[in-house]
């Protein structure tokens, strides 16, 4: 279903499924392959009975399996998926792009990517900025913002303004559905959204710990604002467009009878899943309503589906991808997911270009704040009849107003700013959030030994590192502590290391010589053994756990090496991981990402106790 009229264009969600390599689990288990493609069909066959074939056509079937000559990797993905969601931001509209899979199908890799094989996003906002790049600066002008979103146990949080705390879903007739106070921030090239993305990471890594969540299970939102004003050569009028991308790794459904999920972890699980499933309900009432059958589509059953109303059901050109596992073991998930994607491609949007014409928007948005003023102070401005209801406002009522009149006067600010102004903005925003994280200890220096947190989640593992220097680095809870750490079981003086020059030695050997003391009863462990107060020697990639929710490993610089970015480190192998085509990094980085597994279920080990 498809056809187009004026600017208005009604098309069906675009679905594409992929299935990625066995990982070290499945190879163990000796899983077989239960996922085959051919063309866009992919076929399912259940491993009790090779008598029970499902078919599933899709737009695109992705075979990530192997190394064979159909084998897709990023780039072949991006050229078909990717290109596709920027042209359509290009040409006005907004767009839609969501991964969904059970837990470690591949989601975030086909998403986000690894640094020697960048995913959709990084590769589309590459793209994107190549394409500004290369247009006549005297017929066009562009403004790109973005804002980086997660949506943890059904609650928002700004991952650019970690202290907002009164996020709240709003809509409005001029913006559609949009979250209200999410930091939005003027960028310029990739390499600074790249930059600002990596602090959204960091902030995500430091609030799981803060949280016990060992496993930041959570959906993000990243979200890129496009704006564009034609320049009318002879009058020099400009014909402005606005489009919204929003780019969203959901969190993977799993099951409680795989995981052995139990406290706090079993809680992030069931928010999970019920999200999800809100999700699900919603996308099987828009395929029978797309179908002419009517139904009521339940988008405000959950944060996620409200969030994402415009994207599932309205203006906006979507494009799904569904990440499969091919082992036996997954058979379940992999067929829940197959009729989840199934679902989707029957949905039909009704896009729109949307032009942006600024000073109408600032017209309205006056005569709002007008309005608003008039019905606060119990009559109504010149232009509007007073009504008896406007007079008699309950103290409810008028709460009500005033947060309209706030968000209103907000968004004027918003729209009113110059360019330069909002790059000035955004400027302070980054420096303010550098010195933030930069309070708690966070940063690398070149030639010094450094911590580098691990997580279940390979995004955000080596996201968090802090420099050791030479002498004692207090770690704890404390102010006065150089390393600041906040969360269960840590201490305000939690712990000691000491740093001292090794002596010189051969090509590879560790230049420096580390040692850790843990204060009295404070929970420490290096490599899974306890810590007491007599300092105990550390050596390169010793794994320390500090209370019951921080993970670290401990890179020491050696002869002829340097000193990792936080960043560069935190690629492990990933939910893609094997040796197919498309599979996420390998080599010591791979080797940090094993020792998570037996961390995360340590540590959930001494919280259950």
């Given at each position: 279903?498809?056809?187009?009229?004026?600017?208005?264009?009604?098309?069906?969600?675009?679905?594409?499924?992929?299935?990625?390599?066995?990982?070290?689990?499945?190879?163990?288990?000796?899983?077989?392959?239960?996922?085959?493609?051919?063309?866009?069909?992919?076929?399912?066959?259940?491993?009790?009975?090779?008598?029970?074939?499902?078919?599933?056509?899709?737009?695109?079937?992705?075979?990530?399996?192997?190394?064979?000559?159909?084998?897709?990797?990023?780039?072949?993905?991006?050229?078909?998926?990717?290109?596709?969601y920027v042209n359509n931001c290009w040409e006005?509209?907004?767009?839609?792009?969501?991964?969904?899979?059970?837990?470690?199908?591949?989601?975030?890799?086909?998403?986000?990517?690894?640094?020697?094989?960048?995913?959709?996003?990084?590769?589309?906002?590459?793209?994107?900025?190549?394409?500004?790049?290369?247009?006549?600066?005297?017929?066009?002008?562009?403004?790109?913002?973005?804002?980086?979103?997660?949506?943890?146990?059904?609650?928002?949080?700004?991952?650019?303004?970690?202290?907002?705390?009164?996020?709240?879903?709003?809509?409005?007739?001029?913006?559609?559905?949009?979250?209200?106070?999410?930091?939005?921030?003027?960028?310029?090239?990739?390499?600074?959204?790249?930059?600002?993305?990596?602090?959204?990471?960091?902030?995500?890594?430091?609030?799981?710990?803060?949280?016990?969540?060992?496993s930041s299970r959570s959906h993000s939102v990243?979200?890129?604002?496009?704006?564009?004003?034609?320049?009318?050569?002879?009058?020099?009028?400009?014909?402005?467009?606005?489009?919204?991308v929003n780019l969203v790794d959901l969190a993977?459904?799993?099951?409680?009878?795989?995981?052995?999920?139990?406290?706090?972890?079993?809680?992030?699980?069931?928010?999970?899943?019920?999200?999800?499933?809100?999700?699900?309900?919603?996308?099987?009432?828009?395929?029978?309503?797309?179908?002419?059958?009517?139904?009521?589509?339940?988008?405000?059953?959950?944060?996620?589906?409200?969030?994402?109303?415009?994207?599932?059901?309205?203006?906006?050109?979507?494009?799904?991808?569904?990440?499969?596992?091919?082992?036996?073991?997954?058979?379940?998930?992999?067929?829940?997911?197959?009729?989840?994607?199934?679902?989707?491609?029957?949905?039909?949007?009704?896009?729109?270009?949307?032009?942006?014409?600024?000073?109408?928007?600032?017209?309205?948005?006056?005569?709002?704040?007008?309005?608003?003023?008039?019905?606060?102070?119990?009559?109504?401005?010149?232009?509007?009849?007073?009504?008896?209801?406007?007079?008699?406002?309950?103290?409810?009522?008028?709460?009500?107003?005033?947060?309209?009149?706030?968000?209103?006067?907000?968004?004027?600010?918003?729209?009113?700013?110059?360019?330069?102004?909002?790059?000035?903005?955004?400027?302070?925003?980054?420096?303010?959030?550098?010195?933030?994280?930069?309070?708690?200890?966070?940063?690398?220096?070149?030639?010094?030994?450094?911590?580098?947190?691990?997580?279940?989640?390979?995004?955000?593992?080596?996201?968090?590192?802090?420099?050791?220097?030479?002498?004692?680095?207090?770690?704890?809870?404390?102010?006065?502590?150089?390393?600041?750490?906040?969360?269960?079981?840590?201490?305000?003086?939690?712990?000691?290391?000491?740093?001292?020059?090794?002596?010189?030695?051969?090509?590879?050997?560790?230049?420096?010589?580390?040692?850790?003391?843990?204060?009295?009863?404070?929970?420490?462990?290096?490599?899974?053994?306890?810590?007491?107060?007599?300092?105990?020697?550390?050596?390169?990639?010793?794994?320390?756990?500090?209370?019951?929710?921080?993970?670290?490993?401990?890179?020491?610089?050696?002869?002829?090496?340097?000193?990792?970015?936080?960043?560069?480190?935190?690629?492990?192998?990933?939910?893609?991981?094997?040796?197919?085509?498309?599979?996420?990094?390998?080599?010591?980085?791979?080797?940090?990402?094993?020792?998570?597994?037996?961390?995360?279920?340590?540590?959930?080990?001494?919280?259950?106790?």
């Amino acid at each position: 279903a498809r056809h187009a009229h004026s600017n208005v264009m009604a098309d069906n969600i675009k679905v594409a499924v992929r299935v990625r390599p066995f990982n070290k689990r499945e190879l163990g288990k000796q899983c077989s392959c239960v996922v085959a493609m051919q063309g866009n069909q992919t076929t399912l066959t259940n491993p009790e009975n090779a008598d029970d074939v499902r078919t599933f056509t899709f737009d695109h079937s992705f075979w990530s399996h192997d190394d064979s000559p159909n084998a897709v990797g990023q780039d072949d993905i991006f050229q078909t998926l990717g290109v596709e969601y920027v042209n359509n931001c290009w040409e006005g509209f907004n767009c839609c792009l969501f991964a969904y899979g059970q837990t470690g199908s591949g989601k975030s890799y086909s998403m986000m990517g690894a640094p020697s094989s960048p995913g959709i996003i990084p590769l589309g906002c590459r793209e994107l900025f190549r394409r500004i790049s290369e247009a006549d600066p005297s017929a066009m002008e562009f403004e790109v913002e973005v804002s980086y979103l997660e949506i943890y146990n059904e609650r928002l949080r700004d991952l650019f303004n970690p202290h907002e705390a009164k996020l709240a879903i709003r809509e409005s007739r001029q913006r559609g559905v949009y979250v209200s106070n999410l930091t939005a921030v003027t960028v310029q090239s990739y390499e600074e959204i790249e930059r600002w993305m990596d602090k959204g990471n960091e902030n995500r890594t430091v609030a799981q710990t803060r949280m016990n969540a060992v496993s930041s299970r959570s959906h993000s939102v990243f979200v890129v604002q496009l704006k564009q004003a034609k320049i009318d050569a002879a009058t020099q009028s400009k014909t402005e467009m606005a489009s919204k991308v929003n780019l969203v790794d959901l969190a993977g459904s799993e099951r409680q009878t795989k995981t052995h999920a139990t406290g706090a972890r079993l809680k992030e699980a069931c928010s999970i899943n019920k999200s999800l499933l809100a999700l699900g309900n919603v996308i099987s009432a828009l395929a029978e309503s797309a179908e002419g059958r009517r139904r009521f589509i339940p988008y405000r059953d959950s944060v996620l589906t409200r969030l994402l109303q415009e994207s599932l059901g309205g203006n906006s050109k979507t494009i799904m991808i569904a990440a499969l596992s091919p082992a036996s073991d997954n058979y379940d998930e992999t067929l829940s997911t197959l009729r989840y994607a199934d679902r989707a491609k029957r949905i039909v949007n009704n896009a729109v270009v949307n032009m942006s014409p600024s000073d109408k928007l600032i017209a309205d948005l006056r005569a709002e704040i007008e309005r608003l003023q008039g019905l606060l102070a119990g009559r109504a401005p010149p232009s509007i009849e007073p009504s008896p209801e406007a007079a008699a406002a309950s103290d409810a009522e008028r709460a009500r107003l005033q947060e309209d009149l706030d968000e209103s006067v907000r968004l004027m600010g918003e729209v009113s700013g110059s360019y330069e102004e909002k790059l000035a903005r955004a400027g302070q925003q980054y420096q303010a959030l550098q010195a933030e994280l930069s309070r708690t200890g966070l940063g690398v220096e070149a030639g010094c030994p450094a911590l580098l947190n691990l997580s279940e989640d390979p995004l955000l593992t080596g996201r968090l590192a802090y420099a050791l220097r030479d002498g004692e680095t207090t770690i704890g809870a404390a102010d006065q502590a150089r390393i600041q750490l906040h969360g269960p079981a840590i201490r305000a003086q939690h712990c000691v290391l000491r740093v001292v020059e090794a002596a010189q030695g051969a090509p590879g050997s560790a230049l420096f010589a580390v040692t850790i003391a843990a204060a009295q009863g404070a929970k420490v462990f290096a490599n899974g053994d306890p810590v007491g107060t007599t300092p105990r020697a550390l050596g390169h990639n010793d794994r320390v756990i500090l209370g019951t929710a921080h993970v670290f490993r401990l890179h020491l610089p050696h002869e002829g090496t340097e000193v990792p970015g936080a960043a560069a480190e935190g690629e492990g192998e990933g939910e893609g991981e094997g040796k197919g085509k498309g599979t996420g990094s390998t080599g010591s980085a791979a080797g940090m990402s094993r020792t998570i597994t037996s961390s995360g279920s340590a540590l959930r080990s001494m919280d259950a106790a």
